[in-house]
């Protein structure tokens, strides 16, 4: 059974592939003379499709967070629930979904006229995919952000340094409590752990007091990068570092998308081995 003789409800021949005038092709930068779907575009090659999917199923998160989260959740024993979900359940719903999507060649909304009733789940997606890709967008800009830092030397967060803020509470190393201690006499004296070393002196539970501390790329992170005020009451200063990153994070997008598969298929050959190749460096 070819593609010709398979329908659904729904979808009409037209649906599937909707003439356009040569006119109109040829100027249409996002879709070849040899496409088959004149109005969409199709992918440039299968490696392109292939590394997309890669891509958009797995990401740095997945391959590097999972070691440690099967652990947390019972080592070896996670696998079996993990593999049977991900072979009876994960696998078909992903299969489903990419051979439902290169058959009908129609957007998330659109492709649910097979199934009229159905049709609030593409719109759904829609609003999922929007708020997926704004924070997303902010979690590039702060990466990018710590591109351009990262080219000064040394490294601003390596150290406390005063010039970008840090304070007192900021330490490469973590500082040792200090200790109220009731002396013979009676009285109260705050002493260091050099002081008990010394003197063979324990102290006892309660008694500790202990000093913030921050390390210098937390701090960074605070005062620099995000300048995180006290509360969420204080909205704060308009990052105009931050706001420059992510209009840039935008515009890369933008220009992955600006002809569709044939400019984002271009970009998934980075994309999807980029984290491969850093969890490598690692």
């Not at 952000?145 to 010039?163: E, G, V």
């Not at 204080?234 to 890369?252: K, N, R």
Request: with cysteine; net charge negative.
């Amino acid at each position: 059974m070819n593609k010709e003789e398979l329908t659904l409800p729904g979808f009409s021949q037209n649906t599937i592939q909707t003439p356009i005038p040569e006119n109109t092709a040829a100027t249409d930068d996002h879709v070849s003379d040899g496409d088959e779907n004149l109005e969409r575009g199709n992918w440039s090659s299968k490696t392109e499709y292939l590394l997309s999917m890669i891509g958009y199923a797995v990401g740095l998160g997945n391959v590097w967070r999972f070691p440690y989260l099967a652990y947390k959740n019972g080592g070896g024993a996670f696998l079996i629930p993990y593999v049977i979900m991900l072979a009876f359940t994960g696998m078909p719903l992903f299969f489903l979904e990419c051979s439902f999507g290169q058959f009908a060649s129609l957007g998330p909304v659109a492709v649910w006229k097979a199934v009229p009733i159905l049709q609030g789940v593409g719109i759904t997606m829609v609003l999922i995919s929007t708020l997926v890709t704004i924070y997303y967008n902010c979690i590039i800009a702060y990466s990018l952000f710590y591109l351009f830092a990262s080219f000064q030397s040394p490294l601003p967060w390596s150290d406390c340094f005063s010039w970008w803020g840090a304070d007192e509470a900021c330490s490469r190393t973590s500082k040792d409590p200090f200790c109220n201690l009731t002396m013979d006499n009676g009285d109260f004296e705050i002493v260091n752990s050099t002081w008990l070393q010394a003197n063979n002196v324990t102290c006892t539970n309660g008694s500790n007091i202990y000093v913030p501390h921050q390390g210098p790329s937390e701090q960074y992170w605070d005062k620099v990068a995000l300048r995180r005020t006290s509360s969420m009451d204080e909205t704060g200063q308009i990052v105009w570092y931050l706001a420059l990153c992510l209009l840039l994070a935008w515009l890369i997008v933008g220009l992955a998308l600006s002809k569709g598969i044939k400019s984002s298929g271009k970009v998934v050959y980075f994309t999807a081995t980029f984290p491969y190749v850093v969890l490598i460096i690692l």
